[in-house]
T-cell receptor, first 115, second 109 residues
Framework: GAGVSQSPRYKVAKRGQDVALRCDPISGHVSLFWYQQALGQGPEFLTYFQNEAQLDKSGLPSDRFFAERPEGSVSTLKIQRTQQEDSAVYLC?????????????FGPGTRLTVL | DAKTTQPNSMESNEEEPVHLPCNHSTISGTDYIHWYRQLPSQGPEYVIH???SNVNNRMASLAIAEDRKSSTLILHRATLRDAAVYYCILRDGLEDMRFGAGTRLTVKP
């Protein structure tokens, strides 16, 4: 079956623009995670959903970042008034459930460049 | 959060075994040890995980110290396709995964 998909794969935004990044998880996966990966660093947690409920958003760096998963499937990460420090790869992952032994499946990421 | 310590980089020759170490001295009894790897320009992919006992799968083996304060990921025969950043991560429940910097593995032909 299809893996996790993300769109767009690449996004260039001018500073101050709003962007929306989409994640299509594996069908039937309950848990969905967003990560931010700066160049040369490991991914850093942003937020976590279990079905449509956002259970943890402690990693969102500012109130310009907003994520939603209204029907418990597709998720969108929105960044308002983008800044240059928002440039990074944004990774989405899904898993069957949020148990500690469940494998997370990652998408290819969206590379955001803010000019 | 329990943290892990890994070497920044390692080198291996093709078709030789590779042992990637990870220290996690503050591990709790309910922490699972997970390994993921990230190939260039791709998202991370699962490699293996364990709790107390050593584990084997088609990709690798995971050797866990008896006190669980360290573990070793073993690639039995490295190939050029194994060149990646390898992350050792502790997970204890509904938590997200906290990645560190990982170990960058270079495989020489």
């Amino acid at each position: 079956g299809a893996g996790v998909s993300q769109s767009p794969r690449y996004k260039v935004a001018k500073r101050g623009q709003d962007v929306a990044l989409r994640c299509d998880p594996i069908s039937g996966h309950v848990s969905l995670f967003w990560y931010q990966q700066a160049l040369g660093q490991g991914p850093e947690f942003l937020t976590y959903f279990q079905n449509e409920a956002q259970l943890d958003k402690s990693g969102l760096p500012s109130d310009r970042f907003f994520a939603e998963r209204p029907e418990g499937s597709v998720s969108t990460l929105k960044i308002q008034r983008t800044q240059q420090e928002d440039s990074a790869v944004y990774l989405c992952a899904s898993s069957l459930a949020g148990q500690a032994y469940n494998e997370q499946f990652f998408g290819p990421g969206t590379r955001l460049t803010v000019l | 959060d329990a943290k892990t310590t890994q070497p920044n980089s390692m080198e291996s020759n093709e078709e030789e075994p590779v042992h990637l170490p990870c220290n996690h001295s503050t591990i709790s009894g309910t922490d699972y040890i997970h390994w993921y790897r990230q190939l260039p320009s791709q998202g991370p992919e699962y490699v293996i995980h364990g709790l107390t006992s050593n584990v084997n799968n088609r990709m690798a083996s995971l050797a866990i110290a008896e006190d669980r304060k360290s573990s070793t990921l073993i690639l039995h025969r490295a190939t050029l396709r194994d060149a990646a950043v390898y992350y050792c991560i502790l997970r204890d429940g509904l938590e997200d995964m906290r990645f560190g910097a990982g170990t960058r593995l270079t495989v020489k032909p």
